[in-house]
């Protein structure tokens, strides 16, 4: 990387960082929590870490420990995979248009684009100065790093001393609280944030709390589509 770019992606990290904020909080939280039960199932540190920085899908990695710690079975796994992740097409394809033309950078923002990172992708634009590529990318990185990190400390921290884990997983539930307000306060977007509450609890009375992701990010689909006219008016 030259001078200039260098130059142009520091600028960027820079800028990006105060957005990621709260996911730094909520990852370290939750890979901490990750990397001490990968640790209590008999992996590493270097186990969880690796999971973490090649499959970075941080509700997936949770549910794969019970997969590497019962009978495998490839297909189940599969599907299960599909299920949990399913969500990442509604919001993967909304990016086509805003990731264009990032040239080789495309690759990575696609491979790190979780859940947390859309959120704050969707609803920020880079400050006068900054080029989009770099300021994407370096929210995309910082993110991803976070999770790295959060689950090497935890797994580190497991070896050092005992440590109860009663209520940890709430952080998640927090993490998207967190960022769903901070959607919500963007001129425009409280009518998109009450479309998708009401979808989720309608998914949630039809199909029950066990099954309504899928189907609710379908009502959520249909809503949008529906009414796109008067909410792009």
């Known amino acids: 990387m030259d001078i200039a770019r260098k130059k142009k992606f ?7 960082f105060p957005h990621t904020l709260p996911v730094l909080a909520g990852f370290l939280v939750l890979g901490i929590a990750y990397g001490m039960l990968m640790l209590e199932k008999g992996y590493g540190p270097q ?4 999971m973490s920085a090649v499959a970075f899908c941080g509700s997936m990695q949770f549910v794969a420990i019970t997969l590497l710690t019962t009978a495998f079975h490839p297909l189940e796994a599969l599907i299960l995979s599909l299920l949990v992740n399913a969500r990442h097409l509604f919001y993967g394809l909304s990016m086509l248009e805003k990731y264009k033309g990032f040239g080789k950078a495309k690759a990575f923002l696609i491979y790190t684009l979780c859940d947390e990172t859309f959120s704050i992708v969707s609803s920020v634009t880079p400050p006068e100065g900054v080029e989009a590529k770099y300021f994407y990318l370096s929210i995309s990185l910082l993110d991803y790093l976070y999770w790295v990190f959060g689950t090497l400390l935890g797994g580190l921290l497991g070896e050092l001393m005992p ?15 967190v960022l769903f307000l901070e959607q919500i306060k963007k001129k425009g977007n ?9 979808c989720a609890m309608l998914s949630r009375v039809i199909f029950g709390a066990e099954n309504m992701v899928l189907p609710a990010l379908a009502i959520i689909l249909i809503a949008l589509l ?3 006219k008067k909410l792009c008016s």
């Open 226 to 228: 529906a009414g796109r």
């Open 10 to 16: 520091s600028q960027a990290l820079t800028a990006a």
């Open 163 to 177: 440590f109860d884990m009663k209520g940890l997983d709430f952080a998640l539930t927090a993490l998207f609280v």
């Open 47 to 50: 186990w969880s870490v690796l």
């Open 190 to 198: 409280w009518i998109l944030g009450l479309i998708g509450v009401a």
